[in-house]
Every structure is written in structure tokens, then in C-alpha cells.
Nanobody, 127 residues
């Protein structure tokens, strides 16, 4: 069974940093697309960042460029999201999503393309 588990969320002061982890078990994700999305109550899930597990380059929403960095550790089947200079409006539940396949660049930001979701990890910004 494929499982996606996110960890690393918590309470952090505005302007602070967190590193989220997404571990995929049940298979290797080498060559596949893995993404981070976030969702606030009552709102649609929003794309944050994605990576092709066999590649080095990440892709980012405009709102997080320059502050967030996505990376992967193939040996651990884990994708990380380093989040710096966090803003109060970024209080959300952060989800890791595994497409189970390689996605085209044009569809990478579409949550419907991802087949495996984690339960999410809550990130809360304090004043």
C-alpha cells in the first residue's frame, strides 16, 4: 500500500522557518512528481511547490518564490519543503501529494492530477 505521511508542522512565529517532510512508502517515487499544497478552512487547495523526484529543479507558486525550497532524498523516499520568512496568511494545513507518475509542467499545479495524499500537517503562524 502506498502511504504519504507529512511531518514538521507546528506553531511558528511570523518571519520564522519550518521544514516539512513528506515520506512516501510502498514504492519508490524516483521519476515521479510530488507536490506540496496548502488549504485554509473554506478555501480550495492551493499549489505551493512541486518536484520531479528524478530531477533537481523545483517549481513554485509565485507567492513563495525566493522563500521556500523543495528538495528530495531519494534514499529515504522523502521530499522536503523548507519554508522561510513565513507570513501570517500562510497558516494552513499543508498536504503532500504524490502523482504516482511524471506530470507535465502544464498540469503540475492541478491537484486533480495527484493520486496519493497525506493527512496533512498543520502550520500555524503566531503574532
Amino acid at each position: 500500500q502506498v502511504r504519504v505521511v507529512e511531518t514538521g508542522g507546528g506553531l511558528v512565529q511570523s518571519g520564522g522557518s519550518l521544514r516539512l517532510s513528506c515520506e512516501v512508502s510502498g514504492r519508490s517515487f524516483s521519476g515521479y512528481t510530488v507536490a506540496w499544497f496548502r488549504q485554509a478552512p473554506g478555501k480550495e487547495r492551493q499549489f505551493v511547490s512541486a518536484i520531479r523526484s528524478s530531477a533537481s529543479n523545483g517549481y513554485y507558486a509565485d507567492s513563495v518564490k525566493g522563500r521556500f525550497t523543495i528538495s528530495r532524498d531519494k534514499g529515504k523516499n522523502t521530499v522536503y519543503l523548507q519554508m522561510n520568512s513565513l507570513k501570517p496568511e500562510e497558516t494552513d494545513n499543508y498536504h503532500c501529494e504524490d502523482a504516482g507518475r511524471l506530470l507535465m509542467l502544464s498540469t503540475m499545479q492541478d491537484s486533480a492530477q495527484y493520486d496519493y495524499w497525506g493527512q496533512g500537517t498543520q502550520v500555524t503562524l503566531s503574532s
